[in-house]
């Protein structure tokens, strides 16, 4: 528990040379000295003493080398503890898969993760946090339809995706220039009673407004207004865009609203 492997090792070494066999837990405990600081070549190694000793692993010990391989990001080493784990004869837990697609996303392997998130579905054991995380780095690398993907399999699941999950993709759907499909997450966000932030709220005002369409970017001021969620930005965005309209009367009266509510006009309002 000290996680001094050079004392752990001292005492197998006199265990075996007293014709003890050590146990599973003894071998699971050695693994978990080298997996706690992702030391790949150390558990591995007690991993291979432990079948030389004809001591049977468990589904600790599968599960605590994974550890080790997730902590340095080696994803083929941790697929390979994973199959070994299912050839033993084992079902993977949430957690192991979790583990699994956490390395690969460390590693910048979404594909990969796609596939285990795949298999862990399949085994119906997938989880909101496996979800969000392939959803989220999705979302990062600008693969919306894939991320819309997988927000749709997660709902079908009936797994609900946390707030941030949705704030963050229909950011990007917006800023994409998809923004009908924004505004359709958007709505069932509100639909679902998530928080939904500002800057959400100024994306989608931004996208409409940039599309000049300044009815369905003053609709979703209006929603950001009843939210308490408007700022400068988000007014401006659709001042500036009733301005484009020659829409000046409009584009006066939305200022004077803005002043009504508390928010002080900027250069970038009048620019």
């Known amino acids: 528990k000290s996680g001094d492997a050079k004392s752990a090792r ?3 070494e006199q265990m075996r040379s007293n014709g003890v066999v050590p146990t599973t837990m003894f071998f699971n405990m050695m693994i978990n000295i080298h997996a706690r600081t992702g030391d790949v070549m150390g558990a591995s ?7 030389a000793c004809g001591v049977v692993a468990d589904q600790v010990t599968f599960n605590t080398t994974l550890k080790a ?11 390979a503890i994973m199959q070994d784990l299912q050839a033993s004869g084992f079902k993977p837990m949430a957690s192991e898969y979790r583990s699994l697609i956490n390395t690969c996303l460390c590693s910048n392997r979404i594909d990969k993760a796609e596939l285990w998130l795949e298999q862990m579905a399949q085994s119906g054991s997938a989880d909101s946090s496996s979800y969000s995380a392939v959803i989220a780095a999705l979302t990062i690398m600008g693969e919306l339809k894939r991320a819309s993907g997988w927000l749709e399999r997660m709902d ?26 924004a505004e359709a997450l958007l709505q069932r966000c509100r639909n679902s009673q998530l928080d939904i932030s500002g800057a959400t709220y100024n994306a989608l005002i931004s996208a409409w407004s940039k599309e000049c369409n ?16 408007a ?6 965005a659709v001042i500036h865009a009733c301005a484009k309209a020659n829409d000046l009367r409009r584009a006066e009266h939305l200022l004077e609203q803005m002043e009504q509510t508390g928010i002080a006009a900027n250069v970038v309002t009048f620019n």
Do not use: I
């Not at 190694?45 to 079948?51: A, F, G, I, L, N």
């Not at 391989?69 to 697929?79: K, M, N, P, Q, Y």
């Not at 700022?231 to 401006?236: G, Q, T």
């Open 10 to 12: 001292a005492l197998f």
């Open 45 to 51: 190694h007690w991993m291979s003493e432990m079948r």
């Open 69 to 79: 391989f997730r902590r340095s990001s080696d994803v083929e080493g941790a697929e």
């Open 156 to 181: 079908a699941a009936g797994l609900a995706a946390m707030a941030g999950t949705y704030n963050a993709l229909v950011q990007a759907m917006a800023k994409g220039g998809d923004t009908s499909a």
């Open 214 to 229: 300044p009815d369905r970017a003053e609709h979703w001021l209006k929603k950001s207004v009843d939210t308490a969620k």
């Open 231 to 236: 700022d400068v930005a988000s007014f401006s």
